[in-house]
């Protein structure tokens, strides 16, 4: 999302953007940088930092275009930077076209992207919003679809079911697309919940990481060496499991 620095403001509108930020490349160079993470660029309502996402596949008007995108790419590599971006994929914001149409009709292929349930189901004591103090449920009710979603963030940031297969499929074909235009990888925000801690998708309990083996392949198979970044934010004793056997 927009930085409201203005120090790789290349249009004098207050706003960080991407020619401001082709514009550094030859300071990270020297600096010794090999790799930039780019945090969430994509179009969004911006209530959370780009973290509500409402279309994978546009860049922020304020931060640029896609061609000017791809001239940072193009910086990058020629001083040897290779360019990972911040995938957001354990929820979407509410104005995501996805939630949109799931919410609309309940027959709809979109509807189980999310999860719904006609009653506010019971909450385990232990199972409540990552902000507590802004979000006293986990379940909200809407208007439209006449029944509740579940959120892990806030409300207007539905948790996507990632149980559902065509929600992973969708999630790679985001992927690929960014791929294809030259990122190195993905930065994967809240993964625990992503692959299931909430207990709603369908990870197996005995494998946890099989999603991050699934999201990993399909990036070697397109971008060999390419990188997945996943966010385990627990404390050290419980990261141990979302790592395999030497990987």
Known sequence: MPSTSSGADADGDGIGDFPGLTSKIPYLSDLGATCIWLLPFFASPGRDNGYDVSDYYRIDPRLGTTQDF???LHAAGERGIR???DLVVNHTSDEHPWFEAARRDERSRFRDYYVWSGEAPPVKPDDQSVFPDDEPTIWTYD???HAFYYHKFYRFQPDLN????AVLDAIEHVMDYWLSLGVAGFRLDAIPFVIGQNGLSSADPDNPD????RFNTYIQDRRPGGRLVGEVNLPPAETGRYFGQGD
Request: glycine share 12%; hydrophobic share 55%; no cysteine.
């Open 162 to 165: 990632t149980g559902n297969p």
């Open 143 to 145: 208007q439209v679809a």
């Open 83 to 85: 360019v990972i971006i």
């Open 210 to 213: 099989g999603v991050l083996q």
């Open 70 to 72: 791809l001239d940072f």
